[in-house]
């Protein structure tokens, strides 16, 4: 016993001392609380297409490219993955390749190997920008 009591002097814990009781919260005051937790997620919530309307026409501009981009590699991710089911395909990327093969020769052949047809291939390029781009001369 008496090491029990020294062990608690020690600890500066005496028995005499009183100790302060807890108060706890009525329910009253916790069903206020809950109610004006409520009251503002409510407000919140309601004012959130506003918030989401001006943060959207704030930045539009950049949402749009940053979805276009996310949208190029998803498009990628996709084609690249076909790409790879059809190489696992038995002699189908053999027949790939010479298909194109074949088209680069052809190519050659009709457009690149006369001075006349090179002439030709520069005419339709060049339609082709201008109608991409525009044409400069019908803009002044």
């Keep these: 016993m008496q090491e029990k009591e020294d062990t608690t ?3 500066g814990v005496s028995s005499t001392e ?5 108060t706890v919260e009525s329910s ?7 109610q ?9 919530l309601s004012e959130l297409p506003i918030i989401i309307a001006g943060f959207f026409g704030k930045y ?8 276009i981009i996310l ?5 990628f991710k996709v084609m690249f993955a076909v790409v790879e089911s059809l190489n696992d395909i038995p002699l189908l990327a053999p027949t790939f390749e010479l298909i194109g093969i074949i088209y680069s ?4 052949y009709r457009y690149l190997l006369l001075a006349s047809n090179r002439q030709e291939l520069s005419k ?3 339609a082709w920008k201008d109608q991409l781009i525009g044409d400069k001369s019908s803009d002044s």
């Design 36 to 44: 004006d937790i409520k009251n503002q997620f409510l407000e919140i």
């Design 60 to 67: 539009q501009k950049p949402i749009i490219t940053l979805g």
């Design 124 to 126: 339709e390029i060049q």
């Design 105 to 108: 020769g052809w190519f050659v």
């Design 9 to 11: 002097q020690k600890l």
């Design 18 to 22: 009183t100790s302060s009781l807890v």
């Design 71 to 75: 949208g190029a590699i998803i498009i």
């Design 28 to 34: 009253e005051e916790k069903s206020d609380q809950f």
